[in-house]
DNA sequence: TTGTACGCGTTATCAT
DNA sequence: ATGATAACGCGTACAA
């Protein structure tokens, strides 16, 4: 089978058709500059040839322009796509660019420099998703193109963002019942440790924007209204926010003498690692121990018993961004609701 | 702010250095080209002005090559991110990716030519998930680019499979004992309906090579082999592979009279609806329900009880296409092992 | 309505 | 080791 070496350019085509070069052209990009009888027929033709249409390195380098739009992970791409969380943000995102006929690039922020930043010149605009961990931000914010961020709010840039620590504050204060509850509380990634382990009083100190600060914040101060004692070592850190390792931190918290009655988990991955390793052990939800998560991924409505959680709207998240980036004359939530939903974990 | 409006280019770079364009362009491209010290001071400098390197569309124009790789999804990108399976599958090949320095464009085959065709032209190679809905593999075929094709077979292409049939046909001689199970089996996408529906026993005469009716043909060469009897009627189609969807056939089925005592599901997501169902419904799995899936998501090992699956090694698989497109010489398992994981759904 | 010609930013070849 | 220049495929202003 004869493999095409090089395939079929506009000039090309445009030649063995008998038109000129802006004929063709014209036939793909400006609709009104032709007959629509001679439109169609180019179309069909070029398709029987097999072209398709403008070649995107072409047409963009001279449109200065790609209908390309770039989502910047915080992670890399391969966990990603394991996290619920990020699964349903990058489906509210690419929903909306699906209805607006652009392209889904995906990259990561972690990624140097020299091993991406040929690719950062491609897309039109940039949704950055959490807080970019090298200097990705800085690159790209540099080119002038649009930039939306979310999660996180770099300060030149729209931002999409939740309250986290007045939702975190709303899911404990529920949680909390009065002065003698015992409670543990396991974060997300808070401390530059990749083990899990548990806080120390001068780690408590620290003051920072990152979402786990925030949301350790709006626990403490629910626990300050209900008269609670939170010591720094009943506070689990988790490097990374999965069912395995998260399972670590909630054997030992919800093992720990005395034993808490309430655990305030910082995603519903984890809050679903609280439900897994209690049932394991015997111990009941929500009788003996209540647990509230934070973002309401799917599971969370379908594991025994029900979790209580902060939804995030992560799927409308994802939306916002995209129409924001796509559309600046958007009406788009700079900081977006979250509910409490009460479910069977903390009844 | 002020903000530029065009970012800069190599040329205007190489100009307020002091050097030429071919300079520049060998310190970022070709290291042996220039001395050391050179090298390093263009780069900084470059980065200084806020140039990080040679824009894609021009490099890719000139070069015939643009580092990016396409994964084609059958379904919307949306779907997919939603999809377990699919998850995995895309952790996998962006493992590779990343290892490899390359980009990833996610496409979808259902998008019509004019609104993604131009798109098709940048990608280096292109990774098929699952059959293509519209004409998009032509398409792509003509232009002579590297293909792979996973979980379909399109002739022309090298492919990665897994048998399917021999798969869902282990999985049902384990989950069947003998004359007098009664065996509902809940199904993938098989017919042409948007409806959770039953088949007839005309649909049992089609011959199809879609993952579905491969599957089905292994439950009923099990049920032969059991001497099971499997009306058309205690087979039901999902249109969509959804925990909300599947529960409506989970519900169809596992109250239908008389009831089954064994449900074949030819996914996870299905057989985790059932499980879910049962137990609102009060019956026992695996004591007066038993119940095998397909796929071995995560969640599959986390449910309770456990799910009896077939591991179909997404993430491996997805590592195995990104391998093959990227290294023609690599070794690839065409038809990858799948294996069955008995835990206690069919205990 | 159609054709011609230039330039988009880069890289490779060929000189120097 | 470095500089000049043609070519990659296309879009659009302008001329016809």
Redesign the pocket.
């Known amino acids: 089978m004869p493999r095409r070496k ?9 030649k063995l058709l ?9 036939a ?3 609709p ?5 009888k ?2 169609e027929k180019i179309l069909k033709e070029t398709a029987e040839l097999g ?1 398709f ?7 963009s ?4 322009q790609s209908d390309v739009i770039a989502v910047v992970l915080a992670d890399t791409l391969s966990y990603s796509f394991s996290d619920p969380v990020a699964s349903q943000f990058l489906q509210g995102v690419s929903d909306v660019i699906a209805e607006n006929k652009k392209q889904l690039l995906l990259l990561s922020s972690g990624i140097s420099s020299t091993e991406q930043s ?1 690719a950062e ?1 491609l897309p039109d605009g940039f949704i950055f998703y959490g807080a970019p961990k090298g200097d990705a931000y800085q690159r790209i914010q540099r080119t002038g193109k649009p930039i939306i961020a979310v999660d996180f709010d770099p300060g030149n840039a729209p931002a999409i963002n939740i309250d986290n620590k007045e939702a975190a504050k709303k899911a404990a204060l529920h949680a909390l019942r009065g002065s003698d509850d015992r409670v543990a509380v396991i974060s997300l990634n808070l401390l530059d440790s990749d083990r899990v382990s548990r806080l120390t009083a001068e780690d408590l100190e620290i003051e920072l924007s990152v979402i786990a600060h925030l949301r350790l914040t709006g626990y403490m101060e629910a626990c300050k209204e209900k008269s609670v004692e939170i010591p720094a070592n009943m506070i689990w850190h988790t490097p990374v926010n999965t069912p395995e390792v998260t399972e670590i931190a909630a054997y030992e918290a919800i093992t720990s003498h005395p034993r808490p009655n309430v655990v305030l988990c910082m995603s519903d991955v984890i809050a679903l690692a609280v439900l897994r390793t209690a049932n394991k052990l015997g111990i009941n939800v929500p009788e003996d121990l209540r647990v509230v998560g934070f973002d309401d991924i799917p599971e969370a409505s379908r594991s025994k018993p029900t979790l209580t959680t902060v939804c995030q709207q992560s799927i409308e998240k994802g939306r916002m961004a995209a129409k924001a980036l796509l559309d600046p004359d958007a009406k788009v939530e700079k900081l977006m609701q979250t509910q409490l939903i009460e479910r069977e974990t903390t009844q």
């Open positions: 090089k395939p079929l350019n506009l000039k090309e085509v445009s008998g038109v000129s070069t802006a004929t063709v052209s014209n793909f990009n400006r009104d500059q032709l007959s629509k001679l439109r072209y249409g403008p070649n995107l390195a072409a047409r380098l001279r449109r200065g040929s010149s």
